[in-house]
């Protein structure tokens, strides 16, 4: 009877044990586009920026592996432009997603703003289509973390779970704002407002698409800094600068019906359907940061071109044959995404749409280099 007993003991503690490992899981993601970019490590590339051009350059970089979005759903990520609106001693930093021609998706905004003390202040806002209302982090200022604030896909906490390991952050840093390269060049006289000159079929010569991950291959890659973005930033309930809200937010914020159209519909559920990927993130971010315990991004003496001359390009579609292993997405569809051809505009060819409309042309498409 007491071998029965401590049976049915160790059966309930497993199934517990599963319980609350599923639910950290389920808390661990917004189920919004959003968890595919993850605001802590723009953030984070963002402090360690000394300029917004290279801070984009970087950002839509395949090795930083930051940028995971795929919001027109072509399978194909999508370029971020990054456009400073400032107005005064406040800068609203967009970030934002041509969708097509027509329509543009912003995706989150950085809100920088001096007071009258020259002390500067900075958040991190996340588009609410994208990321659900009132998304905000910030970089920490001595005092705990901020209590009630929407969780971060993955980060919400001081206590994180992590391929079954519970890390716990202990120690805060204070961050200096002004002393961030980016924030001091924008503050200096000679800087000049950048405005991203790229748009729906016109990127920058390194620019080279590739399939997006799954979610949790991408969360595993981001799960190894989970204790350094805790000592740096938090989240936060409220906004600092008025601007946002009056000058942004209620007249200037970009949004597209294709995007809240496949967030209605579910179109972007696909990106969790492989869970069993999180172990390969973690062993990516292992093999690419073996003597680092910090994110690697581009060095910056090659911040202004990053190399894509070792990317291979395959254009016939990845096995499907069992037991084959991919961690990016599948394409489900044709693409709809113009080919990057570097500072020339794009080629057309014939439209297929049916021939009692007007006859219209699309820019080339190609296929983007298949990982091996």
Do not use: C
Request: glycine share 4%; no cysteine; aromatic share 12%.
């Amino acid at each position: 009877m007491r071998n029965v007993n401590r049976f049915q003991i160790t059966v309930l503690l497993i199934i517990t044990s599963l319980s609350v490992k599923a639910q950290n899981t389920q808390d661990e993601k917004l189920n919004l586009p959003g968890d595919n970019l993850n605001l802590y490590a723009v953030l984070n590339l963002f402090q360690e920026s000394e300029t917004l051009e290279s801070f984009e350059k970087n950002l839509n970089a395949e090795d930083s592996k930051i940028n995971n979005l795929d919001l027109n759903n072509d399978d194909k990520t999508d370029y971020i432009k990054v456009i400073d609106n400032a107005e005064g001693e406040t800068h609203l930093i967009v970030l934002q997603v041509a969708i097509n021609q027509k329509e543009n998706q912003d995706v989150a905004v950085f809100s920088v703003s001096k007071d009258e003390d020259k002390q500067i202040q900075i958040q991190l806002i996340g588009d609410e289509e994208l990321y659900g209302k009132d998304y905000i982090i910030e970089p920490n200022s001595g005092e705990s973390a901020s209590q009630g604030a929407t969780p971060n896909p993955g980060y919400s906490s001081n206590t994180i779970n992590s391929e079954g390991k519970t890390i716990v952050v202990e120690k805060t840093v204070v961050v200096q704002v002004q002393t961030w390269p980016v924030i001091t060049y924008m503050y200096t006289p000679a800087y000049v407002r950048w405005r991203s000159p790229w748009y729906w079929g016109y990127y920058p010569p390194y620019w080279n698409p590739w399939r997006p991950y799954y979610w949790d291959y991408y969360y595993g890659y981001h799960s190894h800094w989970h204790s350094h973005y805790h000592d740096h930033y938090h989240n936060s309930h409220y906004y600092r600068t008025p601007l946002y809200r009056n000058n942004y937010y209620n007249r200037n914020r970009s949004q597209s019906s294709i995007v809240r159209n496949n967030r209605t519909i579910g179109n972007y559920n696909k990106t969790y359907s492989k869970p069993e990927t999180r172990q390969d993130g973690s062993a990516e971010f292992t093999r690419k940061n073996q003597n680092s315990i910090r994110p690697s991004f581009p060095s910056k003496s090659n911040s202004g071109s990053i190399n894509n001359t070792n990317r291979a390009v395959n254009n016939t579609k990845p096995s499907t044959k069992p037991g084959t292993n991919f961690n990016t997405r599948p394409a489900t569809r044709p693409s709809t995404r113009p080919a990057s051809n570097g500072n020339t505009r794009p080629t057309t060819r014939p439209a297929t749409r049916p021939t009692n409309k007007p006859t219209v042309t699309r820019p080339r498409t190609t296929r983007p280099a298949l990982r091996k």
